[in-house]
């Protein structure tokens, strides 16, 4: 049994303002990408890690890792148009027949904590499903389809991050289904599939790497 991370790392980054796409960008002098592949090696050593990048960024990288010595073993996939083929472009890197668990994280999370890597694992390896979670601490209205809005509880809902690990052949098979729209992360695909997804604590400062904000939060973070 062997467990895997596919780090997912598909983005433009056209909301950085810039034209180096955002898992490329140093944070504390070393690319975003690379902190978020030695967090999970951090996690554990013998964890097998699937890169999955467009095709046209991976020369890039493979150039950013001679410039910085980064010699970590990882498999490269290829990008996919949407979130969902891109993860499943990396599940199908996973030789059939597998039984241990996988990770699906976005590669602009460089701030995972290894307490939330493991708390999903153990979780997954018990319940099939789990992804890491915080509560709401903001207040929340929802929009009608008339333009108007009401306040609703925030105790009922949580925010969701990654990474979100699952059973290798529980996410192969959900992943076999056609796209749909209403797939909006990894843990909706299982859903729909019919299996039920358990939450973790997840940490605050594993925050998504999107807008020049982020970057500047990033740097008081290390």
């Given at each position: 049994?062997s467990?895997?991370a596919?780090?997912?790392?598909g983005?433009?980054g056209l909301?950085?303002?810039g034209?180096?796409p955002?898992?490329?960008?140093?944070?504390?002098?070393?690319?975003?990408?690379m902190?978020t592949i030695e967090?999970?090696?951090e996690?554990?050593?013998?964890?097998?890690?699937?890169l999955?990048?467009?095709?046209?960024?991976?020369e890039?990288?493979?150039?950013?890792?001679?410039?910085?010595?980064?010699?970590?073993?990882?498999?490269?996939?290829?990008?996919?148009?949407t979130?969902?083929?891109?993860s499943?472009?990396g599940?199908?890197?996973?030789?059939?027949g597998?039984?241990?668990l996988?990770?699906i994280?976005?590669?602009?999370r460089?701030?995972?904590?290894?307490?939330?890597?493991?708390r999903?694992?153990?979780?997954?390896?018990?319940?099939g499903?789990?992804i890491?979670?915080?509560?709401?601490?903001e207040?929340?209205?929802?929009?009608?389809?008339?333009?108007?809005?009401?306040?609703?509880?925030?105790?009922?809902?949580?925010?969701?991050?990654?990474?979100?690990?699952?059973?290798?052949?529980?996410a192969?098979?959900?992943?076999?289904?056609?796209?749909?729209?209403?797939?909006t992360?990894?843990?909706s695909?299982?859903?729909?599939?019919?299996?039920?997804v358990v939450m973790?604590d997840?940490?605050r400062?594993?925050?998504?790497?999107?807008?020049?904000?982020d970057?500047?939060?990033?740097?008081?973070?290390i």
């Open positions: 049994m467990n895997y596919i780090i997912v790392a983005g433009k909301r950085m303002g034209d180096v955002k898992q490329f960008l140093p944070v504390g002098g070393k690319p975003v990408l902190r967090r999970f090696r996690y554990d050593e013998k964890l097998n890690i699937i999955v990048l467009p095709v046209q960024q991976q890039y990288w493979n150039n950013l890792c001679l410039e910085h010595s980064f010699r970590a073993e990882i498999r490269i996939a290829n990008g996919g148009e979130r969902f083929e891109s499943k472009n599940l199908d890197a996973i030789p059939s597998e039984s241990g996988v990770a994280h976005d590669g602009v460089p701030f995972v904590s290894i307490e939330t890597i493991s999903c694992f153990n979780a997954a390896s018990a319940h499903a789990a890491p979670v915080l509560p709401v601490v207040s929340l209205r929802v929009v009608e389809p008339n333009g108007e809005s009401k306040n609703v509880l925030r105790s009922n809902y949580r925010m969701v991050q990654t990474p979100q690990v699952f059973q290798i052949s529980l192969k098979q959900a992943f076999a289904q056609e796209y749909n729209e209403a797939f992360d990894d843990a695909v299982i859903e729909s599939f019919g299996h039920s973790v997840g940490n400062e594993n925050i998504k790497l999107t807008t020049p904000y970057l500047s939060v990033a740097q008081t973070i």
